[in-house]
């Protein structure tokens, strides 16, 4: 979507090594493909956006002549809400490629038509609504930064239901069934990623057993996923406000998925927040 962060995508991408194309029509990647192998480039980054959302039925075939070439390409679809393409495309005061004389609603609504279909078949999508310039590309390394393409790459992102649900997890679990640090006067001001709080929420009834059923289901999860081609996982860890008892359970249920050897990065969508 046009103001989710397609820029900051591709500056990550390569700072990570990967040559990136932007803005290019849809029906020149199959030559595009051709041109790297031959320089020997292994990583090919392509920016495709709405400017070409005529081309678009061109998607399919194109997937299948890449895939052809004996390459694994991979769909990254960088979403936001409207409201926040609203504000940030108002602060850069730059029109919506679709806005033509109408209003800049009408431009991202028909822009989030044109794209549905990609998006609900993207491997990955990331939702940058309640994300800086610095969180998303970081989402975007941990996605694209491994080199094992065999790998279970997981993000466990802690947040506050009050703040919304992220909508670009595949799976959520929710920890308001544990007492809520912020009515312990001493504890009120603290985060999950302090000690007396994971302390606090670690020892309540329950969480061990909790934690040790996520951590299978993953488990359990993972051959299915790569069996079918799916390389990244985003489980959110929610609680009210996102700031204690999420922020300590998503910290510890990352720090046991890397003891299974996963990839797993942890993030914190809604600390600090009030």
């Known amino acids: ?23 290019l029509p849809p029906n020149m990647v199959d030559e595009l493909c051709r041109q790297v192998e031959e320089a020997g480039v292994r990583r090919l980054a392509v920016v495709l956006d709405v400017r070409w959302a005529t081309m678009f039925e061109q998607l399919p075939s194109m997937f299948a002549a890449v895939r052809e070439r004996g390459l694994r390409p991979e769909v990254l679809f960088l979403d936001a809400a409207d409201e926040v393409i609203v504000r940030r495309q108002s602060s850069a005061r730059r029109p919506h490629p679709l806005q033509g004389a109408g209003r800049l609603a009408d431009g991202i609504a028909t822009e989030r038509r044109l794209l549905a279909d990609l998006r609900a078949t993207a491997d990955v999508v990331i939702d940058t609504s ?9 989402r975007v390394a941990h996605v694209f930064a491994a080199e094992r393409a065999d790998e279970l790459r997981v993000l466990v992102l802690s947040f506050g239901f009050k703040n919304g649900l992220p909508t670009d997890a ?18 009120r001001p603290q985060t999950g990623l302090e000690q007396p709080v994971r302390d606090y929420v670690l020892a309540q009834e329950g969480i061990e057993e909790f934690i040790d059923q996520v951590h299978g289901l993953v488990l359990l999860m993972e051959p299915g996923y790569l069996r079918e081609g799916k390389h990244h996982l985003t489980i959110g860890v929610g609680c009210t406000g996102g700031k204690h008892r999420s922020t300590a359970v998503a910290t510890e249920l990352g720090r046991r998925l890397r003891t299974a050897d996963l990839l797993v990065e942890v993030m914190h969508r809604d600390l600090g927040l009030e």
Do not use: C, I, K
């Open 170 to 187: 595949d799976l959520v679990v929710d920890v308001r069934f544990l007492p809520n640090p912020h009515w312990v006067p001493e504890l």
């Open 130 to 138: 309640r994300a800086n310039p610095h969180q998303t590309a970081s």
């Open 1 to 23: 979507m046009s103001g989710a962060g397609r820029s900051t995508a591709a500056h990550a991408l390569e700072d990570l090594g990967w040559y990136v194309v932007d803005n």
